[in-house]
């Protein structure tokens, strides 16, 4: 059980890359929770389309022992997040949860913080968002609609995090661990995402992220990210013995 | 008092200042944060929602959702955490259909084509009713009504609607699952679909079916593969499909046979496990005795020629099924596709006998039939066989009227079949739908329909979770009015309600008061996952969890025999088809429009491919290697021809399809189906030729054999990858894997002792090491 009082929480995820299949739930759940424009065949041509998770899929080998291997990859809402300190508006900002905030009223579209991210998981938006009037009865009022030249990334679903804490703190009692779920780790079917907070040591999350498969991704930048991954493991790999390199 | 405007404004600020330090002062600091001015607006939710529990009908397999409703308004849709197949869990597709409920292009009114050649014009719901009892009258026995496979409520009144009418009811499904039931009842006795105790098992080994993806219950076996990796080691497993598909990607071993030679992959693995002795003898017995002739005459060299599959792979496989226990092997999809599809699932499901994994933990699990009398719990499509008589029928003009709900058959029949042609015979076509499709552009009168969003029923699983379940569909939005109060999106009416209202009332007057009647009758069992002291209780209490269901009332099972059908699979011809080379075509369902009933919904369109990340198209999946022998890129146009036809497609070579095999998602290629499918990509089932199973009569649609030429154009495939650039975690190696027991922090080590290696290796050769 964490507490509902704000600030006391370091929200986080972890992902299992070993459950993960490639399905795409956690891609259209995420769309469809956050009001993210329909990406169009022309956005998707000209590598325009925003999407605030992806699952990337990486080939090895070749027939007969090619592997697809897949990695989901949204905002990593790192301690040391390098697109914080670029912002001149101070749109992007770190909060007291751990999480990396993005205040869209503020932001004026110098795109400073993608170009910083290493991760490349902020999306600007070249275009007005476009939906047919009938498509608008199923945009969430609990999220805002970002206009052209605004920027916008996975936020951790944080209009839920705020419902859960609110109704907790009503109801005068904590959160129970699991309540909170992000879209995306409410729709994995295997649960290779997993959200919770890290500053509760009982938290599944918590307890994952001793597995001895976790890492961070890209750790050499020390963003130091509060999204860990554990290894996809490989029944038919040797141990020590080195990944080849990869296409695809 | 008089005051200048200075005084004023000095006034009135200090008023001003006053009033904010002292509600300052009244509130705790949590509130100043929470109304900091660098908070989002999506810190401040104030909104209140409304969660209804629903079922998903056709979208999906009956999966019990959750559907988020804000001022009368579907926002979401999730996994029902109480419903026992989806277990809180969603996939792709979910979210997709509420694009359906509120798609620019639903059809809003009742329409009549006044003449076979006219134009659709609207008409009210009065006059449609008139024409529909007018092509009923007139039917006079000589009457079909066509749906999708249902089950439910919904799938007895369109049985008892036809049956009242002295007409018939078809189900059409475009990827049949006939050679499925078929196999199903042949070697385990059971009529319904049954269950793989996934969760449990060591290892498991399937053939064909895509059921981490679109085949099955996508939704209740992802939950099982989570809880299969999870366990202490982690599972073992084995898939077998010409093509990667999801499932494919996702297994510890994928073996690759040729098209419609997975029965003998299964006999193959089988000759194995008995020549090795690893399994009893009263096991060898057993399953000897259900493939018709044994296997004591195959030999593991003739099935790793036959199949094309390497013999040490076959080995592995069988060894591994074998030793690993508990085990279960499953199939479908492409594997029943054939026309030796019988044999194919035969052999394959005869494999559980083999390892005893029938009817035990972590093995198959039979379901029990409907805790509902007259209301089915299984459902199958008419056989190819059954549909080309009835298609005739139709074109000798011996069917009156044809009512049709839930299925494309223009899009989804082959072109052998000339179904256009046919429905012109037909003096009236009824359709039913909420977008316009291609069908519609035969239809007399058109009907919209509403969704499950907004409509009641009930929904049996198939396959369910090994016991009985009721899903219960209720309507959870009214109807839409357009933003700018112009009116309806859509006065459509419920497909049951509809056929009801013009029924003798005999087997209902609305589907609400079926829906409702069944549930009491559940009350007066005394049984299951809900107990009230009244029926109107009990009602509420399934719908609000979202149905019933009784973990005590489950299935049985029989062995019996494999269906001694031809066990040699036969394909289409090529011959006469002109430039190119040949391949063996193997359509896939598409992981997010499926077979093309989510083609309409923007999400659906845009939702990348697992494997090759392309969307808003029709692509082909080609071995890489092949292509580059053949001089094939990415983006070259290739014209598919087949005896039925001929398709554009855009190549995407690989390395995942086996060569010689072409790969092509299903579900493109509308010439309607609303403004975001209409005329996009190619539709590969108008090209798939009428090779049957010789046992069922199914489609084998997996048996065309197409001649494959460039058009000499290219163009962009529009497509995921790429447009992110990778960002390896070491040179060369974008995700980490570990092997089994390995740490992370090892494998990044070994990772970077071996890219050193190499680095500096080359290097050295190069002789630039300064």
Redesign the interface.
Do not use: C
């Given at each position: 059980m964490t507490t509902a009082e704000f600030g006391t929480h370091k929200w986080g995820m972890v992902v299992d890359v070993d459950k993960c299949i490639g399905c795409n739930a956690c891609v259209i759940a995420c769309q469809a929770e956050n009001n993210i424009p329909i990406n169009t065949q022309d956005r998707v041509e000209r590598a325009r389309s925003i999407s605030w998770i992806r699952v990337e899929r990486y080939w090895e080998g070749d027939f007969p022992d090619a592997k697809a291997r897949f990695i989901p990859i949204m905002c990593q809402h790192c301690e040391n997040a390098p697109c914080e300190p670029v912002c001149p508006v101070y749109a992007t900002y770190h909060n007291s949860e751990g999480m990396n905030v993005q205040v869209y009223n503020r932001c004026v579209g110098t795109r400073y913080c993608a170009n910083g991210c290493p991760y490349i998981v902020r999306f600007f938006n070249y275009w007005e968002p476009v939906w047919p009037e009938s498509l608008r009865n199923h945009l969430n009022p609990d999220v805002t609609v970002r206009s052209r030249g605004i920027m916008e990334k996975c936020s951790f679903c944080v209009h839920r995090i705020r419902r859960e804490s609110r109704n907790a703190r009503s109801a005068g009692v904590e959160i129970a661990d699991g309540a909170v779920q992000t879209a995306c780790s409410s729709a994995c079917p295997t649960s290779a995402l997993n959200f919770g907070n890290f500053n509760d040591p009982d938290s599944k999350v918590s307890k994952m992220k001793e597995d001895k498969r976790h890492y961070t991704l890209l750790d050499q930048f020390g963003t130091d990210p509060n999204v860990i991954y554990l290894a996809k493991i490989d029944a038919d790999k040797k141990v020590g013995a080195g990944e080849a390199a990869t296409h695809g | 008092m008089k005051l200048n405007r200075r005084e004023f404004l000095a006034l009135t600020g200090k008023t001003a200042a006053g009033a904010v330090i002292f509600a300052a002062c009244g509130l705790p600091e949590?509130e100043l944060?929470?109304q900091s001015p660098?908070?989002?607006?999506?810190?401040?939710?104030r909104?209140e929602d409304a969660w209804y529990a629903t079922s998903m009908g056709g979208f999906s397999n009956g999966d019990g959702v959750l559907v988020r409703v804000?001022?009368g308004?579907?926002?979401?849709?999730?996994?029902n955490p109480d419903h026992p197949v989806t277990r809180?869990?969603?996939?792709?597709?979910?979210?997709?259909v509420?694009?359906l409920?509120?798609?620019?292009d639903?059809i809003s009114n009742p329409q009549l084509r006044y003449s076979k050649t006219g134009n659709l014009s609207n008409i009210s719901w009065d006059q449609a009713e008139e024409r529909f009892a007018n092509a009923l009258k007139n039917a006079d026995g000589a009457l079909t009504v066509v749906t999708n496979p249902l089950r439910g409520h919904l799938g007895s009144v369109a049985s008892k609607f036809a049956a009242q009418y002295n007409g018939k009811h078809m189900a059409f499904d475009p990827v049949e699952q006939g050679v499925l039931h078929g196999a199903v009842k042949s070697v385990l006795g059971q009529d319904q679909l049954p269950t793989f105790d996934i969760s449990n098992a060591q290892t498991v080994l399937s053939f064909g079916a895509d059921w981490?993806?679109t085949w099955g219950s996508?939704?209740q076996f992802?939950?099982k593969?989570?809880e299969f990796?999870?366990q202490h080691d982690?599972g073992?497993m084995i898939h077998a499909e010409p093509r990667?598909s999801?499932?494919a990607?996702?297994a510890?071993?994928?073996?690759?046979p040729v098209p419609g030679t997975e029965g003998h992959l299964a006999l193959g693995i089988a000759s194995v496990i008995i020549d090795e002795g690893l399994v009893s003898a009263s096991n060898v017995a057993a399953f000897e005795a259900a493939i018709p002739g044994g296997v004591s005459n195959v030999t593991l060299d003739d099935v790793a020629a036959l199949t094309g599959?390497?013999a040490d792979?076959i080995k592995k496989a069988a060894e591994r099924f074998a030793e690993h226990t508990p085990s279960v092997a499953f199939g479908g999809g492409s594997a029943g596709a054939h026309t030796n599809g019988s044999f194919n699932l035969g052999a394959i499901y005869a494999l559980n006998i083999l390892v005893g994994a029938i009817e035990s933990k972590g093995g198959i699990i039979s379901n029990p039939g409907s805790a509902i009398d007259d209301v089915p719990a299984s459902a199958t499509g008419a056989s190819f066989e059954a549909w080309e008589q009835e298609i005739a029928n139709w074109r000798a003009g011996n069917v009156e009227t044809v009512i049709i709900r839930g299925a494309d058959i223009v899009h989804g029949m082959p072109n052998s079949v000339a179904i256009r042609e046919a429905l012109e015979h037909v003096p009236n076509v009824i359709a039913f739908g909420a977008i316009h499709d291609d069908t519609m552009d035969f239809a007399d009168l058109v009907l919209p329909e509403e969704t499950f969003l907004e409509s009641w029923g009930t929904e049996i699983p198939e396959p369910g979770p090994g016991y009985q379940v009721v899903g219960t569909q209720q309507p959870v939005v009214g109807p839409?009015i357009?933003?700018?109060e112009s009116g309806l999106?859509s006065d459509a009416r419920g497909f049951g309600d509809t056929l009801l209202a013009m029924s003798d009332g005999s087997y209902g007057r609305d589907m609400e008061s079926l829906v409702r009647g069944a549930l009491s009758d559940l009350h007066s069992t005394g049984r299951g996952s809900v107990s009230a002291a009244s029926a109107s209780l009990f009602t509420n209490g399934a719908l609000q969890r979202g149905g019933w269901w009784d973990t005590d009332n489950n299935g049985s099972s029989s062995v019996g025999r494999v269906a001694t059908s031809a066990q040699g699979a036969n394909y289409s011809d090529t011959d006469t088809l002109g430039e190119g080379n040949d391949f063996h075509l193997v359509p896939f369902v598409s992981?997010?429009i499926f077979d093309g009933r989510l083609a309409a919904a923007?999400?659906a369109?845009?939702?990348?491919d697992?494997?090759s990340?392309a969307?808003?198209?029709t692509w082909a999946e080609i071995?890489?290697?092949q292509a580059d022998q053949l001089g094939i890129k990415e983006g070259d146009v290739l014209l598919i021809r087949s005896t039925s036809g001929e398709i554009e497609v855009l190549a995407y070579p690989?390395?995942?399809?086996?060569?010689g095999v072409i790969g092509i998602p299903m579900g493109q290629g509308h010439r309607k189906s609303g403004r975001y499918a209409e005329d996009r990509g190619s539709n590969v089932f108008s090209i798939l030729v009428d090779e049957k199973d010789s046992e069922t009569g199914a489609l084998a649609w997996a048996a065309t054999r197409v001649r494959v030429q460039r058009a000499g154009k290219r163009v962009?495939v529009?497509?995921?990858?790429?447009?992110?650039?990778?960002?390896p975690?070491?040179?060369?190696?974008?995700?980490?894997?570990?092997?089994?027991?390995?740490?992370?922090?090892?494998?990044?080590e070994?990772?970077?002792?071996?890219?050193q290696k190499?680095f500096l290796g080359e290097r050295k050769e190069s002789g630039d090491d300064e």
């Open positions: - | 949590r944060i929470v660098v908070d989002l607006p999506e810190d401040l939710v909104g804000m001022q308004r579907a926002k979401k849709i999730e996994g809180g869990k969603a996939t792709a597709r979910f979210d997709a509420l694009q409920l509120y798609h620019p639903r981490l993806g996508p939704t992802g939950v593969y989570g990796r999870e982690r073992y990667m999801l499932t990607a996702a510890d071993l994928w073996l690759a599959v390497d792979r839409t357009s933003q700018d999106v992981n997010s923007p999400w369109q845009q939702t990348p697992p494997i990340s969307s808003w198209s071995n890489s290697i690989h390395p995942g399809v086996r060569p962009k529009p497509k995921f990858e790429g447009n992110v650039e990778a960002r975690i070491e040179p060369g190696v974008p995700v980490l894997v570990v092997g089994v027991g390995e740490t992370a922090v090892d494998a990044q070994a990772n970077h002792h071996l890219y190499q």
